[in-house]
Each structure stands twice: as C-alpha cells, then as structure tokens.
C-alpha cells in the first residue's frame, strides 16, 4: 500500500522567512497530493492541493511542487507570519488518502 | 458553511466500556473516513465507507467497528475500550465525484480511556 513519509517533524522560522516542508510517497499510482494545516483544537483544514499532471501549483503565499518521476512533492511558505504556526499534513491518494506523520511549524515574530 | 459534526469534543471513557462516536456532514457527501491522530503518527485509517451500509476496514481496524445506516451519519463504535485507544479521532468525508477529491474533517473527539 500507499506510504508517506513527512521531513522535517518539527520547523522554526523567524517571522518573514520561507518554510519548506517535503514528502515523499512510495505508489506511483497516487493522483492527488493535497496539504492540511491544524491549528490547536481544531480539525485538519485543506489549504492548497495538486493533482498528477501538474508540476507546480500557487495560492498567494503557498505552493505546491510535484516531481512525480522523484515521487516528491514540497510546500512552500513564503514570508511567513505568526498566524502561520500551526501543524502541517501532506498525503497522497491512491484510492483513499495516506497521511504523512505531520510537521509541527513554528513561526516566532 | 459546509461542516462534519463529531458530537463530542471531549470524552472520557472507563476500560471495557462500548464508546459510540458520531459523526454527520451535510454536504451529501457518499464518503466517509474515520482517522486516528497520535503524535508522531499523523493520521492513520480506521474504517471508511463508500455507500449506506457499505464499510471497509482501513490501515488499523482492530478494536473497532463502524455503522452507516444513512447518508450522512458515520459512527465509530469501541466495542471494549481500552487505554491504547486514547487518542484523538477525527472524521472527514468527500465527494465521490472525480472533480473533486478533497475530504473535509470535523473538529475531532479527544477520547481519554481511564
């Protein structure tokens, strides 16, 4: 079955700067590659998400990469902010959706 | 504002006691997940079901059943808790349309077994 594995588990940044966090997922069959942030006490809420056939996807401050021949897909937080402190989820479909273990970020002002 | 709904944010429960969680979405959605959360884990499949009725066991099963007899309501079910299930369980469901494959989750029940 599908594997997912998340790096780093935990990031620190200092408020403006870039965050970027990696995934690599094992079935080459996988077609979607979505990204959740939880903040505390709340449930995981999707924020950008990319399918198969797209390289690169951008939502304001956040994007998305795909290399699909790597089997790698990253987030990328530019000029971070507090309100950007939460966990982070990536996962990939195959036919349900495979969660990678998370990574916890850290934004200081 | 579309939503899933778990019932409880906070339960806790005693050793050997049957713990029904629910949870309803209004998105008339057929598909419905039910996740553990533990730290260092991310989020891991219990069951998920497809259709009324229909279910499937997903990454880790043991020690838990499901049941959805209408659309929009999936209930986990601890037939005998027990300490390891403390943890937080978080339900999502999703469209089963190919537009669309994002699910959406509700809030999660922090489930304390003493």
């Known amino acids: 079955g599908e594997n997912v594995e998340q790096h780093p588990s935990t990031l620190s940044v200092q408020e403006g700067d870039s965050a970027v966090i990696k995934c690599t997922y094992s079935d080459s069959a996988s077609n979607y590659f979505p990204w959740y942030k939880q903040e505390l006490g709340k449930g995981p809420q999707l924020i950008i998400d990319i399918r198969s056939n797209v390289g690169e996807k951008k939502d304001q401050r956040i994007a998305v990469t795909l290399n699909k021949t790597a089997k790698h897909f990253s987030l990328h937080i530019t000029e971070t902010q507090p309100e950007d402190s939460a966990v982070y989820f990536c996962?990939?479909?195959?036919?349900?959706?495979?969660f990678g273990a998370g990574t916890r970020l850290a934004v200081h002002p | 504002d579309v939503k899933v709904t778990q019932s409880s944010r906070y339960l806790v429960k005693r050793t050997g006691e049957k713990v029904f969680l629910e949870c309803v979405q209004d998105?008339?959605?057929?598909?419905m997940f039910w996740y553990r959360q533990d730290p260092g884990l991310g989020l891991r499949l219990i069951y998920f079901s497809y259709d009324v009725k229909m279910k499937e066991k997903g990454d880790i099963p043991e020690g838990y059943s499901v049941s959805r007899e209408k659309k929009e309501r999936f209930s986990l079910i601890l037939e005998s808790a027990s300490t390891n299930q403390t943890s937080m369980y978080l339900c999502a469901s999703s469209s089963a349309g190919t537009d669309n494959y994002g699910y959406t989750f509700g809030s999660g029940t922090r489930l304390t077994v003493v």
């Open positions: 996962a990939a479909l195959r036919e349900k959706l495979i």
């Open positions: 998105m008339d959605h057929e598909n």
